[in-house]
DNA sequence: AGCTCATGGCGAG
DNA sequence: TCGCCCTGAGCTG
C-alpha cells in the first residue's frame, strides 16, 4: 500500500537486484505472460519512478510500466525461489534475487512514446530532483477545490497519498477544506519543501515518519505509535485521539472516497 | 465462511 | 459521485 516514497525506494531497490544483467520474466498468474515472454531474458538497464508509476526499462527498448494502486505489493527474496502462487502476476527472477508482483492496478509492456505520455499527464514529484513547484502552483492558486483533494489529484502533485496529505497539512496548520486558491504562495512553497525532506526520509526509512524530533514519543514521555502502517505521524488514522500538540481530538471524514483526517484546532479554516 | 477495511485510480453517467 | 478492479489481514460468527 503505496504512496510515492515506496515506489522510488523500489525503483532502486528493482536496479539494485537487477540492474544491467539479464532477468528471467514470467507471470505465474497468467494475466501478464505475452508481456513477460517479450521482456524474458533482456537485460534490465534502468529503473525509474515517478509519483506512484514504476518503470522498468529493458534492452529492446521496452518498459514494464507498474502501478500498484491500493492493494498491490512488491516482495523481494533471494534465490532459490520458491514455487509461486497464483496470485503472482509477474516474477523476475536474476543470479540471486527475485521479486514478485502481486494485485497491481497496472502491470503492462509499454513503448518509450507510451512512456513519455504518461510523465506528461502527471504533475510534479516532490522525489524528482527538477520537478518544478510552480506547474503544481499554477493548478492550486486558480482552483476553488479544496486544498487536501488537491494534493490527491497525481495531475496535481504526483506521488502524494492519504498519509502525507494529512500530515502535511497539520505541519502546516492548513485546514482541508480551503480552497486552494486561498492557499499562499509561501505555504504551497514550504509545503512542497516539506515533503521532499518526508518523502525523501520515507524512501530511505521505508515507512512514513512526520512527527518533528520535539513531538516523538521519546521526547513527550507517551507510548510509541502500533499500527500496520509503521510510522510515527500527528493525525493519519488518529480519529478521537488527542492530538499530540493540543489534546483536541482528532477528527476524520470522507473526502474523495478516502478518509480523511485533521486537528480542527491546529488546523484553522 | 463471510464481512470490512486499507498509503489508488479509472470510466460511466 | 458512484461502481468497479486488484489482494490480504483482521475481525466476526
Known amino acids: 500500500m503505496p504512496e510515492g ?23 505465474p498468474q497468467g494475466k501478464f505472460s505475452d508481456g513477460a515472454a ?10 525509474e519512478a515517478h509519483g506512484k ?9 521496452a518498459w514494464i510500466h507498474i502501478h500498484l494502486g491500493l492493494f498491490g505489493k512488491l516482495g ?3 534465490t532459490p525461489a520458491p514455487p509461486s502462487t497464483d496470485t503472482v502476476r509477474l516474477r523476475l527472477l536474476g543470479e ?13 509492456l509499454i513503448t518509450d512514446a507510451e512512456k513519455q505520455a504518461i510523465h506528461a499527464r502527471l504533475g510534479p514529484d516532490p ?3 527538477g520537478d518544478d513547484p510552480d506547474k503544481a502552483w499554477h493548478r492550486i492558486s486558480r482552483s476553488r477545490t479544496t486544498i487536501a483533494a488537491l494534493l490527491m489529484d497525481q495531475k496535481v502533485v504526483a506521488g502524494v497519498g492519504n498519509v502525507y496529505r494529512a500530515e502535511v497539512l497539520f505541519r502546516h496548520g492548513i485546514d482541508p477544506y480551503r480552497a486552494g486558491k486561498d492557499v499562499t ?8 519543501a516539506d515533503l521532499a525532506a518526508l518523502m525523501r526520509e520515507g524512501v530511505r526509512h521505508n515507512r512514513i515518519d512526520t512527527v518533528r524530533p520535539e513531538h516523538t514519543p521519546e521526547a513527550m514521555n507517551r507510548a510509541p505509535r502500533v499500527d500496520d502502517h509503521g510510522g510515527e505521524v500527528y493525525v493519519y488514522r488518529r480519529a478521537s485521539m488527542p ?11 470522507p473526502l474523495a472516497a478516502r478518509n480523511l483526517f485533521w486537528c480542527p484546532t491546529c488546523q484553522k479554516p
Open 5 to 27: 516514497h515506496t515506489i522510488h525506494r523500489l525503483a532502486a531497490d528493482h536496479y539494485e537486484r537487477f540492474g544491467g544483467r539479464p532477468v528471467r520474466a514470467s507471470s
Open 38 to 47: 517479450l521482456i524474458d531474458a533482456r537485460p534490465m538497464t534502468s529503473t
Open 53 to 61: 508509476h514504476l518503470f522498468l526499462g529493458f534492452d529492446g527498448p
Open 76 to 78: 523481494f527474496g533471494t
Open 96 to 108: 540471486s534475487d527475485y521479486a514478485d508482483l502481486r494485485g497491481p492496478t497496472t502491470c503492462a
Open 127 to 129: 522525489l524528482r530532483p
Open 185 to 192: 504562495r509561501a505555504e504551497w512553497d514550504a509545503m512542497w
Open 243 to 253: 492530538c499530540h500538540l493540543c489534546g483536541t481530538e482528532i477528527r476524520t471524514a
